[in-house]
């Protein structure tokens, strides 16, 4: 084998890996990202928070249209945006909480990791339920 034969296969294989590691980090909605207990605290949330403006029928749209997003951005909207009779009126843990009863109630698996809006949530794709 030639020396530029050698160095050729040296780029393959490091482009390779590369792409193993840029998919790894790169989650969906649908890999368990939340814990069921964030889904059920949300629920109390959504209950008595989200419930008066809106249905399910309109999360499962707003998920659809936010097909492809980072999970933070919405949950960044919904900060800063909701309630919309009082926006930011609730705590970040509920916020975060009302997003996994969102996922859990459109059929997207819990899972062992607890999401966290600091802790890779920009990593997370928003996928159409
Ligand atoms: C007082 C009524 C009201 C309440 C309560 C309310 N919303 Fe909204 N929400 C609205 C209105 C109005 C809009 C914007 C118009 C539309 O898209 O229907 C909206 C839009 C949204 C959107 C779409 C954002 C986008 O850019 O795609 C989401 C998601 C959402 N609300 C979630 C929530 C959540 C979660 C709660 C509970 C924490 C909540 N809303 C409580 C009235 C309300």
Known sequence: MKFSQVLGA???????????????????????VFTA???SAG?????SQCKT??????????L????????????????GTMPADNPGSLLLDEYT???AFI????????GEAKLDPDDGMEAIK????
């Open 10 to 32: 040296a780029v393959v294989l490091l482009a390779l890996v590369g792409c193993q590691t840029a998919s790894a980090q790169d989650k969906t909605v649908s890999d368990g």
């Open 37 to 39: 207990e964030q889904a």
């Open 43 to 47: 629920q109390q949330v959504y209950d």
């Open 53 to 62: 403006c809106h249905n399910q029928r309109f999360y499962r749209d707003t």
């Open 64 to 79: 659809r249209s936010w097909n492809n997003q980072p999970l933070l951005y919405l949950w960044e909207t919904i900060m």
């Open 97 to 99: 909480d009302v997003i």
């Open 103 to 110: 996922l859990s109630d459109n059929g997207f698996p819990a």
């Open 126 to 129: 928003i996928v159409s339920p």
